[in-house]
């Protein structure tokens, strides 16, 4: 009986020791003890952006032409397009039905976008539904003004991760 108290207590104050060094060594480095799945172990770059100097109202030319290109195409129902300088991002959504088809789609549609848009657009498009959220919200805070250049920047680059091939 004395062992097994004797026992218990050694661990228990080794469960206390262990969690405490981890506790320590995250807030002395100054991370959170709590690792988030969203840390990427790839950075997408963005070439020829201009950060802070974009306005981000300004820069839709591109993303309006997209939208256009492939408005009129057939299962798609709802498009979402941001651009900066030659990069534009587009995600659609796609009726329900036509899912079975998302490569045949998205073939049309990056077909369709490279003969209508100019020949040095850098075009990142989608179907993927987390993509297509994060871009409606993007494209509604531009609309409300509610994002600066360098934070245009960096949205497109989180949504960019998402954006992956069907």
Excluded: Y
Excluded at 31 to 54: D, Q, R
């Amino acid at each position: 009986m004395r062992v097994s108290r004797v026992l218990s207590t050694t661990v228990a104050v080794a469960l206390c020791l262990m969690m405490s060094a981890c506790t320590n060594d995250s807030e002395e480095s100054g991370e959170s003890a709590i690792s988030h799945h969203t840390e990427h172990p790839h950075v997408v770059e963005l070439t020829n952006s201009p950060h802070e100097n974009a306005t981000p109202a300004k820069e839709q030319q591109l993303a309006d032409a997209a939208k256009d290109a492939i408005s009129e195409m057939e299962h798609i129902t709802e498009i979402h397009a941001v651009s900066l300088e030659n990069h534009v991002f587009i995600s659609a959504a796609v009726e329900h039905h036509a899912r079975w088809n998302l490569k045949d789609v998205q073939k049309q549609a990056e077909t369709e976008l490279e003969e209508q848009l100019p020949s040095d657009a850098d075009i990142h498009f989608s179907t993927d539904l987390k993509a297509f959220k994060e871009l409606k919200n993007l494209e509604e805070d531009i609309v409300e003004q509610k994002v600066d250049g360098w934070h245009l920047h960096e949205r497109l680059l989180k949504i960019k991760e998402f954006m992956k091939p069907v």
